[in-house]
């Protein structure tokens, strides 16, 4: 059971699989840094300083813990523009890598076939007169 462990962790799809998975949660915290801290704060002061994870609605006083009850709408405003912003991110950067990746040629398209030969047109008809006398 440990080898076919071993070959199925050791294939290369699943490896290029966890590269892929480091590199994403990696991409995803430079891309969260650049939401929260580069583009939030422009925003949210043209918006009136308005920083969109405070935003929230209290529903009561005191919960079960003692603290209020709130709705915090502010913080699934903020995580959509997170996920657009990152969604954007990984389609421009997949677009430029496409761009970069060598264009491939289209295949030439078959050559018809060379016309028969004097020759073999005659012995064609040749054939086709000993078919309709035997």
Same mark, same amino acid.
């Given at each position: ?16 699989? #966890? ?5 994403? $949660? @990696?991409? %995803? /915290?430079? +891309? ?23 935003? #929230? ?5 005191? $919960? @079960?813990? %003692? /603290?209020? +009850? ?65």
């Amino acid at each position: 059971m440990m080898n076919e462990f071993k070959a199925f962790a050791m294939r290369g799809n699943v490896m290029d699989m #966890a590269v892929g998975i480091i590199i994403g $949660g @990696a991409f %995803g /915290k430079i +891309v969260s840094s650049f939401v929260n801290d580069v583009l939030m704060p422009p925003i949210g002061l043209a918006l009136g300083n308005v920083d969109f994870s405070g935003l #929230a609605i209290q529903l009561a006083e005191q $919960g @079960a813990d %003692g /603290k209020p +009850v709130l709705w915090k709408y502010g913080a699934f405003i903020q995580t959509t523009v997170d996920f657009i912003i990152i969604a954007f991110a990984i389609f421009m950067m997949i677009k430029w890598m496409n761009s970069l990746a060598r264009k491939e040629e289209p295949a030439p398209e078959p050559a018809a076939p060379p016309e028969p030969s004097a020759e073999e047109k005659l012995l064609t008809e040749i054939r086709d007169l000993l078919k309709e006398r035997g």
